[in-house]
């Protein structure tokens, strides 16, 4: 088994206040990034990938996603899980298989009854860096940046920071204050509604 499947871990789970994993689907290498919330500051737990090219068989590799990432949930026991959206291109059985390996990547998390939140990959770019349409590399160096990684922490996948930036960006929609969609005062209400009036 290669080192990047079998991360040490750092910190004690319990210091956390919160734990989300992201994950990045493939069905070549799939990336997986833990992040840690304190208060509001977030620090990467863990980053790897699972290697899937090593089997022949695409149920094999199926297979091997969902026991990981039991694994992985078994080990960091996250709140939450964050995953990119599988991109849209135009070989339809490329897209099958990809689909299959999210799904079975969300079927692992929700077996134990960790909640799901799913982001095209134009958002996570534009919530860590800025540019909807910026490069792996430039997604990885701001997570670099950002979470104070030191280059020896990094794995040598990009799978691996993508999958940390879908973290990261799920961290950062979940502390955005609420939008109030009510009424201002009782009058407004009442201008509003005036069929309630009684």
Not at 36 to 61: C, D, T, W
Not at 164 to 178: D, Q, V
């Amino acid at each position: 088994m290669k080192k990047s499947e079998t991360p040490e871990l750092k910190q004690n789970i319990s210091e956390w206040d919160k734990i989300i994993i992201g994950i990045d689907p493939g069905t070549n290498i799939m990336g997986y990034g833990i992040l840690g919330i304190k208060g509001k500051q977030p620090s990467m737990i863990a980053l790897g990938v699972i290697q899937l090219n090593k089997f022949e068989s695409h149920y094999l590799r199926l297979k091997r996603i969902y026991e990981r990432i039991v694994g992985l949930v078994d080990q960091y026991m996250p709140d939450e899980m964050a995953i990119e959206a599988p991109f849209f291109g135009k070989n339809v059985q490329s897209m099958l298989k990809l689909g299959r390996a999210q799904g079975v990547a969300m079927a692992a998390a929700l077996s134990h009854d960790v909640p799901i939140t799913e982001y095209e990959p134009r958002k996570i770019k534009m919530a860590i860096t800025g540019n909807g349409a910026a490069s792996k590399e430039q997604v990885q160096e701001m997570l670099r940046r950002i979470l104070n990684i030191s280059e020896k922490d990094l794995s040598p996948y990009l799978d691996a920071t993508d999958a940390l930036g879908a973290a990261l960006c799920h961290h950062y929609e979940s502390t955005k204050p609420i939008k109030s969609t009510g009424f201002k005062s009782w009058k407004e209400f009442l201008q509003k509604n005036p069929d309630r009036l009684a």
